[in-house]
């Protein structure tokens, strides 16, 4: 299934909304579930967008913010392409940030009923507290990112965490690969420690864990609460550092089930379209599309 095409850095419009509808809406599903996308406090934002900006000096490759839009211009751009649910994914760097940013994701989610309520925590004292708190007040989804966090995701402090999540089964949507920029605690190894303590846990490894595919592949086939999302995976922006290992598409197609879209809207050096379409031309049918565009994260978050 191909789409029409739009210019590269396009962001905006009605040419970018039809291509991507002509990718989903044949697949007779009601649009698509995006579960990596984020929207923070404005203060936050901004310096994420100016870390991101700073990202070509650093490493050698430049990373435009496609959307540098305001937030509510975001939000039209995501409705127009046909994303019915999203999430806004904060994320601390620092000890005591965390339960302010979930007081504003809880306030974002209440304001657009189309964002699943999403919450995050660090390895500080009282986390699990307030993580019990936020799964109370309704959060459908945490994210955990130990590359910008720079923590161990065993550090004991998170062990209240890690089970307060394992016990209500809540997804984690976990930036725990070395790519696309590795960390002092990143990689499959953390996260074969993580899951031999806490089986029940529900774990979304972001960016399809790139570049440890394989590994990350093994752990969804060991663990049923293990999850993938497609964020950035197949685009031509990653395929020209990770490129995906062919010969494990097929385990990615039998695996479909717990594979999920994921975009990481806003902050993409390059059009929404790319993302999807890249998913689309791996060409692995129909129904594996419908489940990691919309069914599988219907079925993970209860959705309707």
Not at 18 to 33: D, K
Not at 100 to 110: G, H, I, K, P, V
Not at 150 to 160: A, G, R, S, V
Not at 260 to 270: E, K, R, T, V
């Amino acid at each position: 299934m191909t789409g029409a095409t739009v210019p590269a850095g396009t962001a905006d419009g009605a040419a970018e909304a039809s291509a991507v509808r002509a990718l989903w809406e044949p697949l007779g599903i009601p649009g698509i579930v995006d579960v990596h996308t984020h929207f923070m406090p404005d203060r936050v934002l901004r310096k994420v967008w100016a870390y991101f900006d700073q990202v070509g000096p650093l490493t050698g490759r430049t990373w435009p913010i496609t959307y540098r839009f305001d937030e509510e211009r975001r939000i039209e751009i995501l409705r127009d392409l046909g994303v019915r649910r999203f999430t806004s994914l904060n994320y601390p760097h620092r000890a005591g940030m965390a339960q302010w940013l979930n007081e504003w994701s809880a306030e974002f989610a209440a304001s657009y009923e189309a964002c699943l309520h999403s919450a995050t925590f660090y390895p500080e004292p009282g986390a699990g507290a307030y993580v019990a708190a936020a799964i109370d007040a309704g959060a459908q989804v945490f994210k955990a990112h130990v590359q910008v966090g720079d923590y161990d995701p065993n550090d004991p402090l998170l062990d209240p965490v890690w089970e307060v999540l394992a016990e209500r089964r809540v997804p984690v949507v976990i930036h725990a690969g070395h790519g696309p920029a590795p960390g002092t605690f990143t990689g499959p190894a953390g996260m074969v420690r993580l899951l031999q303590r806490y089986p029940g846990l529900v774990l979304v490894v972001a960016h399809m864990g790139l570049p440890d595919y394989g590994a990350f592949l093994d752990l969804v086939e060991q663990h049923d609460g293990v999850h993938l999302d497609t964020t950035m995976a197949f685009t031509r922006f990653t395929e020209e550092t990770a490129p995906f290992p062919r010969a494990e598409l097929p385990r990615l197609r039998d695996l479909g089930q717990r594979v999920l879209f994921g975009s990481d809207f806003p902050n993409i050096p390059y059009p929404y379209l790319e993302s999807v379409r890249a998913v689309v031309d791996l060409d692995l049918g129909d129904d594996w599309l419908r489940g990691v565009l919309h069914d599988n994260a219907v079925r993970l978050f209860g959705l309707d």
